[in-house]
T-cell receptor, first 115, second 115 residues
Framework: AQSVAQPEDQVNVAEGNPLTVKCTYS??????LFWYVQYPNRGLQFLLK??????LVKGSYGFEAEFNKSQTSFHLKKPSALVSDSALYFC?????????????FGPGTRLSVLP | EAGVTQFPSHSVIEKGQTVTLRCDPI?????LYWYRRVMGKEIKFLLH????????ESGMPNNRFLAERTGGTYSTLKVQPAELEDSGVYFC?????????????FGPGTRLTVT
């Protein structure tokens, strides 16, 4: 069975500092990994995905994530946080080796960037 | 292109009543998904349509929930009769392709409160 863990409910970071939002996953096969962000009163917005190839994936708004197969992790990072990055972040996984197109989501991490 | 839209944005009903949620996917997206987030927990898959056919409804909690997608365009999710534990945010998503590598585009969600 697939599962996703986001070990931190809340991450606080000062504006201008680097940020990391952690995600670890478990799948029986090989993963497709995704990050989504939810701003207040908005739907989930796609940030980036890892399908294959380079382990470092770059996405929207300056975010990037690194796929680490040995640690089964896909942490989201940004070199310099903005106050506008404050939102709820969800990591999601799909097992590419098993048919089934629904995501398995993590519980979400609330990011607060302090001015 | 217009995004995924959902109606209503909020619904407050009493236990035992019926509520119908609507989702309009992005035009041309054959794949439509319903998800639910309850009490701030992880987002859980409910079901997946390919055009008008139910591809996977393994996440539907019980027979009080009925999803339809007549004509393969918009979809409705009916809860009848509603129970207190049905409260949460119901998200709809759509995607262009059938493969697991395709990202899904989410609507803003419908917040359902059952009192």
């Amino acid at each position: 069975a697939q599962s996703v863990a986001q070990p931190e409910d809340q991450v606080n970071v000062a504006e201008g500092n680097p940020l990391t939002v952690k995600c670890t996953y478990s799948v029986s096969g090989n993963p497709y990994l995704f990050w989504y962000v939810q701003y207040p009163n908005r739907g989930l917005q796609f940030l980036l995905k890892y399908i294959t190839g380079d382990n470092l994936v770059k996405g929207s708004y300056g975010f990037e994530a690194e796929f680490n197969k040995s640690q089964t992790s896909f942490h989201l990072k940004k070199p310099s946080a903005l106050v506008s990055d404050s939102a709820l972040y969800f990591c999601a996984v799909r097992d590419r080796d098993n048919y089934g197109q629904n995501f398995v989501f993590g519980p979400g991490t609330r990011l607060s960037v302090l001015p | 292109e217009a995004g995924v839209t959902q109606f209503p944005s909020h619904s407050v009903i009493e236990k035992g009543q019926t509520v119908t949620l609507r989702c309009d996917p992005i035009s041309g997206h054959d794949n439509l998904y319903w998800y639910r987030r309850v009490m701030g927990k992880e987002i859980k898959f409910l079901l997946h349509f390919v055009k008008e056919s139910k591809q996977d409804e393994s996440g539907m909690p019980n027979n009080r929930f009925l999803a339809e997608r007549t004509g393969g365009t918009y979809s409705t999710l009916k809860v009848q009769p509603a129970e207190l534990e049905d409260s949460g945010v119901y998200f709809c998503a759509s995607s262009r392709g059938p493969g697991s590598s395709y990202e899904q585009y989410f609507g803003p969600g419908t917040r359902l409160t059952v009192t």
